[in-house]
């Protein structure tokens, strides 16, 4: 039933609640990044929904023919999560073993994970729905397409995966926001309202974190009175940041961090890249996943220490112009750990204004036009600032005032980028100048 997911003593008690029939209407999988919590929670649709007595995982009646390919009316999925990687990782497991079902069917659902965030059931009357139509509808045309044909020569099968690739990210960039509006949560309210087409309905939310305040009050109201024949579902890698009140209403699963050893064989059995070993020096799933983005982790977090450098340069210059000769430790120490990640990746040390320095940053992260490196990217900021703060001597960098201004002044850019969909550009700028000023006069 749940055999495929490996290393989660969770999926134990969930697999002995399913049989005992004391599954609860509404359930959070709490847990590290890429520990397995959606594909948990996507098994959990298909069990539930299942024909056939004890729903094993070969199982091919209707219901779990229609799971396996995430075309099931019965389960509706919200959430941002950054679908690219693994996207384009199940692509480069497809062309290395195209005539296996498995990784054929593997490259589908990673496609289709995002094509269910365009449910109509979600979209109604909005109008970029409209806007997006034209790439939801060719990427659903190409996947029937994939899944329906024989292996084709190598060149062909490539070039339809890049373009099945192209306008996945394009449908990412341009249409998925950083937080579950109240909008999708009314709606997705209406939907659990419906009569399933089959046994039961799954309402999924995935990262439930990421949620405007209005949609989480909305949500209460679906967890306080659920449908009898409705299990709702949430995930996230911020338990704390969820209300108590929704804490209240779930019944949790926590998911652990896996071994390195199972996170590689993870990798080989989902992906089937016999490259990778158990070597300690090897990527776990979510570095893995990064790897095949065009700007990885191994770029972003030096450009991240480059926009860092240039923020503590600037407010050493303000102190300086205010009279102020004697350099804060902190700042000195940001400069000088930021710095020579900088300059270690070769990128020299930033100089003239936030603009010039933002427009770098951009240029070595594609634009950040890919969907969820620009979060990336803030989460790498604010890890160095960190850094650099435990380095200077700083026990507890949380309750340090120059973190805390970071952390302010990263949340709001990140809330400017991904809710109001503020150009990464103009948001690179705002946060240079609004950092310096902030740490010059603190």
């Known amino acids: 039933m749940f055999e495929h997911i490996v290393g989660q003593s969770a999926i134990?008690?969930?697999?002995?609640?399913?049989?005992?029939?004391?599954?609860?209407?509404?359930?959070?999988?709490?847990?590290?990044?890429?520990?397995?919590?959606?594909?948990?929670?996507?098994?959990?649709?298909?069990?539930?929904?299942?024909?056939?007595?004890?729903?094993?995982?070969?199982?091919?009646?209707?219901?779990?023919?229609?799971?396996?390919?995430?075309?099931?009316?019965?389960?509706?999925?919200?959430?941002?999560?950054?679908?690219?990687?693994?996207?384009?990782?199940?692509?480069?497991?497809?062309?290395?073993?195209?005539?296996?079902?498995?990784?054929?069917?593997?490259?589908?659902?990673?496609?289709?994970?995002?094509?269910?965030?365009?449910?109509?059931?979600?979209?109604?009357?909005?109008?970029?729905?409209?806007?997006?139509?034209?790439?939801?509808?060719?990427?659903?045309?190409?996947?029937?397409?994939?899944?329906?044909?024989?292996?084709?020569?190598?060149?062909?099968?490539?070039?339809?995966?890049?373009?099945?690739?192209?306008?996945?990210?394009?449908?990412?960039?341009?249409?998925?926001?950083?937080?579950?509006?109240?909008?999708?949560?009314?709606?997705?309210?209406?939907?659990?309202?419906?009569?399933?087409?089959?046994?039961?309905?799954?309402?999924?939310?995935?990262?439930?974190?990421?949620?405007?305040?209005?949609?989480?009050?909305?949500?209460?109201?679906?967890?306080?009175?659920?449908?009898?024949l409705l299990t709702i579902l949430l995930t996230t890698s911020r338990e704390k940041a969820l209300l108590p009140t929704i804490l209240s209403r779930v019944r949790p699963y926590r998911f652990i961090p896996r071994s390195h050893e199972v996170e590689i064989e993870v990798i080989r059995r989902v992906f089937r890249d016999e490259r990778v070993t158990a070597r300690a020096d090897l990527p776990g799933i979510g570095a893995y996943l990064d790897s095949f983005l065009p700007v990885p982790a191994e770029t972003l977090r030096p450009l991240a220490a480059f926009f860092a450098a240039f923020i503590a340069a600037g407010t050493a210059l303000a102190l300086r112009k205010r009279g102020v000769s004697s350099m804060p430790h902190e700042i000195m120490s940001l400069g000088k750990h930021a710095s020579a990640v900088a300059e270690a990746a070769g990128l020299g040390k930033p100089g003239g204004d936030a603009q010039s320095v933002a427009a770098k940053v951009l240029a070595g992260a594609e634009k950040f036009e890919i969907r969820g490196l620009f979060p990336r990217f803030l989460n790498f900021l604010l890890g160095l600032v960190s850094d650099s703060l435990r380095q200077s001597g700083v026990q507890n960098s949380g309750m340090n005032g120059y973190y805390d201004i970071w952390r302010k002044y990263i949340g709001e850019a990140a809330v400017a980028a991904g809710t109001y969909n503020q150009s990464p550009a103009l948001t690179l700028e705002r946060l240079g100048t609004e950092l310096i000023r902030a740490m010059s006069r603190r």
């Open 12 to 228: 134990t008690q969930l697999a002995f609640d399913r049989t005992g029939g004391t599954l609860a209407p509404s359930m959070l999988f709490s847990g590290p990044p890429a520990s397995g919590k959606g594909t948990a929670g996507l098994e959990l649709g298909r069990v539930l929904s299942c024909e056939n007595p004890g729903a094993p995982r070969d199982c091919s009646c209707n219901a779990c023919v229609r799971h396996r390919l995430l075309t099931n009316p019965d389960i509706l999925s919200l959430g941002s999560r950054n679908f690219s990687a693994e996207i384009s990782a199940a692509a480069a497991a497809f062309l290395r073993e195209p005539e296996t079902t498995g990784v054929k069917l593997l490259f589908i659902r990673s496609v289709r994970k995002l094509l269910a965030r365009f449910s109509p059931v979600l979209w109604e009357d909005e109008p970029k729905f409209g806007k997006l139509g034209d790439t939801i509808l060719s990427l659903e045309e190409a996947l029937d397409e994939i899944w329906a044909a024989e292996p084709s020569a190598p060149e062909a099968l490539q070039k339809r995966c890049a373009s099945i690739l192209k306008n996945a990210i394009k449908l990412e960039a341009d249409g998925m926001s950083e937080l579950i509006s109240i909008g999708q949560i009314r709606r997705a309210a209406a939907w659990s309202h419906l009569a399933p087409m089959g046994k039961r309905k799954l309402l999924l939310l995935e990262n439930a974190d990421r949620m405007q305040e209005a949609a989480r009050n909305a949500l209460l109201k679906i967890l306080e009175e659920p449908p009898v």
